[in-house]
DNA sequence: GCAAAAGTGTTGTGTCTACACCCATGT
DNA sequence: ACATGGGTGTAGACACAACACTTTTGC
C-alpha cells in the first residue's frame, strides 16, 4: 500500500479556554520553558494519539495538563496549516473553544496561568491569532445562541449574569434589558428563589438558570427571515 | 527526532462546492470506481502535500480534478476524524466550502457530476454529513453576510438573484423585500443599466450588482446590539 | 426615613414582512 | 388596449435600547 510512504504531517490539538475571572474574560495559557518561542505562552494541547478523535484529544490534554473538567463547552474553531506555524517541522494544530464557569477555580499547573484577553498576552506560534478566532466565536455567538450557560453558574442573579457578559463582550450591557431579550427568548428562566441582600441592603434578587444546558441557536434567521407561515408551524 | 517515530494520520481535503444550476442548488461529487464504497458518490479532494496549506491543498484538488477556478468564494467548514470514517485506514479530513457563480458552467470529468442538493446524493464515506454542514453553514450565511455574490453573476436581475436565493435557502423569498434588505445595508448596488424585456414584454429590469466582492459581515449585531452611541461612531 | 440594589412600565426607533398599487415595455 | 413582468408606497409586527419609575430590603 502506498499509505506507508506518503508523508503526513504531526497534527496537535488546541484549545482556547475562556473563563470570567475577576471581572475580565481570561484565558489559559502555559509558559514555554524551552525554544523555540521560549518565555512566550502557549495554548494547552498536544499531539493526537493514534486511534482517537479531535475531540477526545483535546479533552485527553486539557485534563492531563491542567485539571480541567468543567468544561461546560467545547466546539472546533478552525486547523491550522501554514507549513511556518512550527519552526520545528510540518505541523497541522486544530483549534477548539473550550468554556469553564466563572464560580469555578481549576488547579492548574505552575507554569499555567490565566491572562485577560483585553490585550492578549505575548503568544507562542500563531496562538495569538487563535485567541483572537475564539474570541470573535464566542462574541459573535453570546448574541444568537445560549452560549452564556457555559460562563455562567448554574443559577445566577441578573446582575452577575451581567458582569459576566460585560467581561466577555469587553462593552456594557444594561442589566434590564439582557433579562428581557434572553427571557423572552426563553433562554433564562427563573427559579423561583431569591438571594439574600448583603448587608448593605437592598431588593433581594431573584435567581435565574439557564433553560439548557447545551448549545442551542435562539435567534436563527436574524435576518431574511422566512415567511411567517413556515415560522409558526415550524419554529414555534 | 521523536517525530520520525511519532504516527501521524493521513491528512485530506474535501470540498463542498455548490453552484445554483437549473433553480436549484447543486453540489458537485465524483462516483468511486472502487471499494470501499464503490458507486457511491464522493466530494473532490485529495491527499494534502508536504509544505503546502489546507487551502492550496483543497485549490490544488479543485484545479486538477475539475477544472474549477471560477471559485467566487473558499472557506473552511470543518475538520473530520473519527477513526473509522475510512474503512482503509486513518485519515483526518478538512473540508472547505467552495461556490460557483451561477453563470459558469465549469467542464468536469465523466464521472464528474452535479447533484441537487435537497434529497443528498447517497454518498461515500462521511460525505453526506459534510455536505450538511456546508449547507447550513451557506444558509446562515445569506441572511447575515453578503455570500450571495459567490453564487450570483456579476450584473443581474433581482427577480434573477430572488431564484438563487430561492435555490439556496431552499424556501421562498419575495424579491420586493430581497431589494430592500440588501439596498438598505448596502450589499447590492444598481448599475444604472437596465435589461431588455423578451418579446413578452413588461417593464425593463434594472441591472444589480454585489458592491464588494469579498466576505463582509453585514448584520454583525443582529440582537445584543452595543449601545446607540458606539453604533453611530464605529459602524456608521 | 433613607440609601441601596433590583426589577417593571413605557416610549421611541429601526428593521423587517406583507400586500396593494403604480410603472414601463411588447404585441 | 392590455397582458406581463418590474418596482414603490405604506401599514403593521416585532424586537430592541433607553430611561424613568416602582419595589424591596438593611440600617
Given at each position: 500500500m502506498a499509505k506507508s510512504i506518503r508523508p503526513a504531517p504531526l497534527h496537535v490539538t488546541l484549545a482556547v479556554v475562556f473563563q470570567v475571572r475577576e471581572r475580565a474574560l481570561q484565558v489559559l495559557m502555559w509558559q514555554r520553558?524551552?525554544?523555540?518561542?521560549?518565555g512566550r505562552w502557549a495554548l494547552p494541547g498536544g499531539y493526537l494519539d493514534q486511534g482517537e478523535t479531535l475531540e477526545q484529544s483535546i479533552r485527553r490534554q486539557l485534563a492531563a495538563k491542567?485539571?480541567?473538567?468543567?468544561?461546560?463547552h467545547l466546539e472546533q474553531l478552525e486547523t491550522r496549516s501554514?507549513?511556518?506555524?512550527n519552526p520545528r517541522g510540518w505541523e497541522l494544530a486544530t483549534a477548539y473553544l473550550g468554556l469553564v464557569p466563572s464560580d469555578v477555580d481549576p488547579a492548574v499547573p505552575a507554569d499555567t496561568a490565566w491572562h485577560?484577553?483585553?490585550?492578549?498576552?505575548?503568544?507562542?506560534?500563531?496562538h495569538g491569532e487563535i485567541v483572537g478566532a475564539g474570541l470573535r466565536r464566542l462574541r459573535a455567538k453570546l448574541s444568537y445562541t445560549n452560549i452564556g450557560f457555559a460562563l455562567a453558574p448554574d443559577v445566577f442573579t441578573l446582575s452577575e449574569l451581567r458582569t459576566i457578559y460585560v467581561a466577555a463582550l469587553g462593552r456594557e450591557v444594561s442589566a434590564t434589558n439582557l433579562q428581557r431579550v434572553l427571557l423572552r427568548r426563553g433562554v433564562l428562566e427563573r427559579t423561583g428563589s431569591k438571594r439574600d441582600p448583603g448587608r448593605t441592603g437592598g431588593r433581594p434578587a431573584e435567581l435565574f438558570r439557564f433553560r439548557a444546558p447545551r448549545l442551542e441557536?435562539?435567534?436563527?434567521?436574524?435576518?431574511?427571515?422566512?415567511?411567517r407561515r413556515e415560522l409558526r408551524s415550524a419554529t414555534r
Open positions: 520553558g524551552r525554544d523555540p518561542d521560549k491542567v485539571d480541567v473538567r468543567e468544561l461546560a501554514e507549513p511556518e506555524r485577560p484577553v483585553d490585550p492578549v498576552p505575548p503568544a507562542a506560534f500563531d441557536v435562539t435567534d436563527q434567521f436574524a435576518v431574511l427571515r422566512p415567511p
